[in-house]
């Protein structure tokens, strides 16, 4: 279960980041998100990765999951989710006022 949690956390940081080297905005907000989900995986399976384990010690319990992890991986994807709404609407606004959706625009000869 490690390894397939492992892979899957590689698989979304590698797609992050290829998403990221993109020229268009999107794709840039794209990768972030995927950077974010990696991020987030990487928290919470770092909270020990058991099943069917409860999150607090009670008696008679004797393996249990840190609810701490979980707690932060839940305050992250809420976070992440208003940055999100919020760089989509920034990029939109750049892309309805310029007419154009690249990162980094192509300097010009004639620019100051």
Known sequence: M??????AIGVLTSAGIYLMLRLRTF???MGISLL???VNVFLFSSGRLVVGAPPILVKGVETYT???????????IVISFGMTAVVV???L??????DD???DDP?????P
Do not use: K, R
């Open 89 to 91: 609407m920034i990029a």
């Open 36 to 38: 974010t989900y990696a």
């Open 93 to 98: 606004g750049a892309y309805l006022g310029g």
């Open 66 to 76: 840190d609810p701490l992890p979980q707690a932060l991986v839940l305050t992250a």
């Open 101 to 103: 959706d690249h990162v």
């Open 27 to 29: 794709p840039v907000i």
């Open 107 to 111: 300097v010009t000869e004639d620019a």
């Open 2 to 7: 490690e390894f397939l949690v492992a892979s």
